[in-house]
């Protein structure tokens, strides 16, 4: 696509709920990236795919939360059994996979747990 | 591992006027990348423009511009004739050329920056 995609745009979610957010990312871009950012926060990277392989999960903050990707295509972030501290807006990411260039960015998924 | 801090937590100018942005990272690396990113109520994280280490010349795009002192590790963001639809947050944010380790960028916490009609 023309851009990177990001579902939903905003999610509200009981306590304890298991919750998927989707990236679908540039078409060719083969690096996909996911950050939190918390309210009033700077951005917290999560996690990087080269392809289908996530060579760093080292930012997941606990084991509730997991991601995955098809191919070099879409990639979903699951948080099992939310808790209101994973209240945030989850932003994807996708680049050509070279350092030089910045990332294009999604709007976004802002997660709320109530 | 790479920290970036901006101190100035919100900036407030003029419109026409010019206003600076501070930046400082730290790094023991000696090729990387720095950024400048723009994200707008839509929380879409905007490119606005970018600078290799290993170049002396500080990088710009048209009303924007860089001071980029790598021995002060310092990378400030100047944008001159400020307009209403540059109110935004503002990122710094470092990365390795090597691409190694997370392979992710850093960013700092962000300036706010609001524009006075």
């Known amino acids: 696509g023309a851009g990177v995609s990001q579902s939903p745009s905003n999610k509200v979610t009981e306590k304890g709920k298991d919750v998927e957010l989707r990236c679908d990312p540039i078409?060719?871009?083969?690096?996909l990236y996911w950050y939190r950012q918390r309210l009033g926060q700077g951005l917290e990277f999560l996690i990087y795919?080269?392809?289908?392989?996530?060579?760093?999960k080292s930012g997941l903050p606990s084991d509730r939360f997991s991601a995955e990707r098809t191919g070099e295509s879409v990639s979903t972030l699951t948080i099992q059994r939310t808790q209101q501290e994973d209240s945030a807006v989850y932003l994807c990411?996708?680049?050509?996979?070279?350092?030089?260039?910045?990332?294009?960015f999604g709007s976004g998924t802002r997660l709320t747990v109530v | 591992a790479q920290t970036v801090t901006q101190s100035q937590p919100e900036m407030s100018v003029q419109e026409a006027e010019t206003v600076t942005l501070s930046c400082t990272y730290d790094?023991?690396?000696?090729?990387?990348?720095l950024f400048w990113y723009k994200q707008p109520p839509s929380r879409q994280m905007i490119l606005v423009i970018r600078?290799?280490?290993?170049?002396?010349q500080n990088a710009t795009e048209n009303r924007f511009s860089v001071n980029f002192q790598k021995a002060a590790k310092s990378f400030s963001l100047k944008i001159s004739d400020s307009q209403l639809g540059d109110a935004a947050m503002y990122f710094c944010?470092?990365?390795?050329?090597?691409?190694?380790?997370?392979?992710?960028?850093?960013f700092g916490k962000g300036t706010h920056l609001i524009i006075q009609p």
């Open positions: 990411a996708s680049s050509l996979g070279t350092a030089r260039y910045g990332y294009t």
């Open positions: 078409s060719g871009h083969t690096a």
């Open positions: 795919f080269q392809g289908n392989s996530a060579p760093d």
């Open positions: 790094t023991s690396e000696s090729d990387y990348y």
């Open positions: 600078q290799e280490a290993y170049k002396q």
């Open positions: 944010a470092y990365r390795d050329r090597s691409g190694g380790g997370a392979d992710g960028l850093t």
